[in-house]
């Protein structure tokens, strides 16, 4: 335990089970956090799974970023397919065992085959028109993201500015962005898929544009701008063996 009270454990990936079943970058990440109830998303948590709270509420999170080189195992990345946007509005996450996690409410994605895949295994992946946005250069470089869901009306656009030469290392900031697995369901079983990533390398980030359909779509209400706004250029990533969780 440091000085300040921060736990720089806590925020370090666990080993990973293995056999490692998913290699993959995330690159030009925004995230974009609200508080909320914890029991207004209590709906959304798999059986057995409670929401998490950080700084005295749970939160969740629109986030965005480019999919690089997916692929099975440590093997090639599968070409064109393992590439692409995705934008995804989670929540966080505690089993019974006390790990926590994220909840997927959904995932936008712009690979129709990727899409279909992960929502055979229960991940709520939508196939939407996803482009990351970027304007600028140098210090005043924005980094952002679009979606437009085909076949329907949700639609959302975000985009933030880098703080240049500043470091995130709040405890806020560690608690929302340091997770290391993921609470699904599959058939009648509640799993927990765990990754593990280098921390991410983050900076705080002033929002330049938002105008959002997504959070309303997921039927999950928020008030004004997001409290927590943050930037990473990006970490390699792995996924292990899921887990069946035992509720307790």
């Not at 335990?1 to 993959?24: S, T």
């Not at 482009?131 to 210090?139: C, K, S, T």
């Not at 997770?179 to 980030?205: D, E, M, Q, V």
């Amino acid at each position: 335990m440091r000085a300040d009270g921060r736990d720089p454990e806590r925020h370090l990936a666990p080993d990973l089970p293995r056999p490692v079943i998913m290699d993959q970058f995330w690159g030009d990440a925004v995230f974009l956090h609200w508080r909320v109830d914890a029991r207004a998303v209590a709906a959304y948590m798999p059986p057995g799974v409670v929401p998490d709270e950080v700084d005295g509420s749970s939160w969740v999170g629109l986030i965005g970023f480019r999919m690089v080189g997916a692929g099975l195992g440590r093997g090639l990345p599968v070409p064109y397919v393992g590439s692409f946007t995705e934008i995804n509005v989670r929540l966080y996450s505690r089993g019974p065992d006390g790990t926590r996690g994220v909840v997927f409410v959904t995932l936008d994605a712009s690979r129709l085959a990727v899409v279909l895949a992960a929502r055979a295994g229960g991940i709520p992946y939508v196939w939407s028109r996803c482009v990351p946005l970027a304007r600028g250069e140098g210090a005043r470089r924005d980094y952002g993201y679009a979606v437009e869901r085909y076949g329907h009306q949700a639609t959302s656009r975000f985009a933030v500015r880098p703080a240049t030469g500043v470091t995130a290392e709040d405890t806020l900031s560690l608690e929302l962005t340091a997770r290391f697995g993921l609470h699904s369901t599959f058939g009648r079983r509640t799993l927990y898929i765990p990754n593990t990533h280098s921390p991410w390398p983050l900076r705080p980030a002033t929002l330049t544009e938002l105008d959002d359909g997504l959070l309303a779509a997921a039927g999950i209400h928020v008030e004004g701008p997001p409290e927590s706004v943050l930037f990473s250029p990006g970490v390699q990533t792995q996924f292990g063996r899921p887990r069946v969780v035992h509720r307790s």
